[in-house]
């Protein structure tokens, strides 16, 4: 007989809770349609997390949010230490975004999903203190090379070497933020080329982590959250993602140092998500690099979502086509 050795997944196949984690983002999605374009961010934001919640609660696990979205803008929000899920299956954090981009929602632009990231109980940073944290995320190539303690232009310069490429074809993303002034101006003073997000810092992560992105780092300051989500992904693409947190005000960082984080410190993909068992899900509201936006079909409403998983590796695309009349009125869809 003739033996050889199997993969641990195909001989011990287990559940990929983003399957079912997927149904609550594309739910979101949906009921976010009615507000693109309309100027009424909390409009959406608000219709996104009911939708959320409401499919959260029948997904078999025991899921609380760690990091919940809406306090930093007194958006509607699933709060932190909310319990979701049904109460049976596996105990796990939470991180959620019903939209990440509700600014492009509401103005009609490019870019918005709704996304969730689940780990272990207890892997997850619960960094909800401190709103904001300084990032960079390259993919594998930047592992051992990318530091977030060097400057800006020995980063590029090194991760274009990693990557065999000029520094004159690098593209590095960064938001279009006042406070990244002086970052953007240093990153063209390397010779490399700025690709400026409006919102969604996630969608930029991830793209520059895969391999077929068309960034090749993200770099800058947005949402605790939002690192903590990104991370769950870049867990995924086996990318690196390192954060330091931002804290805008003394008070502020007093909080996150009473809540235990660190400061003048970065932190690590393990570090912001422990372990290999995170999940990663997002939907995309309107058009983007990264997945498409919700389209009218006909009679359906069509979806498009992305489903990562770290511990098998995994990249899985879901198109889904949803009946038009289970879910919105007809003048609700009149946009699509």
Known sequence: MVTTETGTLFLHPDRNLALELVRATEAAAIRAVPFIGRGDKNG?????????????????????VVIGEGEKDEAPMLFNGEHVGNGRGPA????VDPIDGTSLTASG????????????????????????????????EGIGVVDLRQSVAENIQKLAKAKGKPVSEMSIGILDRPRHEGLIEEIRAAGAGTRLLLDGDV??????????????????????PEGVATACAIKALG???QTRLAPKTDEEKQKGLDA???????????????????????????????????????????????????????????????????????GEFAGL
């Open 44 to 64: 959406a934001d608000g219709a996104a997390v009911d939708a959320m919640r409401k499919f959260l609660g029948t997904v078999n696990f025991d899921g609380v």
């Open 92 to 95: 796990c954090d939470i991180a």
């Open 109 to 140: 632009r490019r870019n918005a999903i709704s996304m969730i990231a689940a780990a272990d109980r207890g892997a997850m940073l619960d960094a909800h203190t401190v709103f904001y944290m300084e990032k960079i995320v390259t993919g594998p």
């Open 203 to 224: 969608a930029g992560g991830i793209d520059a982590a895969s391999y077929e992105g068309r960034l090749d780092m993200c770099i800058g300051i947005g949402g605790s």
């Open 239 to 241: 990318g690196l993602i």
């Open 260 to 330: 235990g984080l660190k400061f003048d410190h970065v932190y690590s993909a393990d570090e912001l998500v422990k372990g290999d068992n995170t999940f990663f899900v997002a939907t995309g509201v309107t058009d983007g690099n990264l997945v498409g936006g919700v389209r009218r079909k006909g009679p359906i409403i069509r979806t498009e979502s992305i489903v990562l998983r770290a511990r098998s590796g995994t990249i899985r695309r879901v198109t889904a086509d949803h009946l038009v009349e289970k879910w919105l009125d007809e």
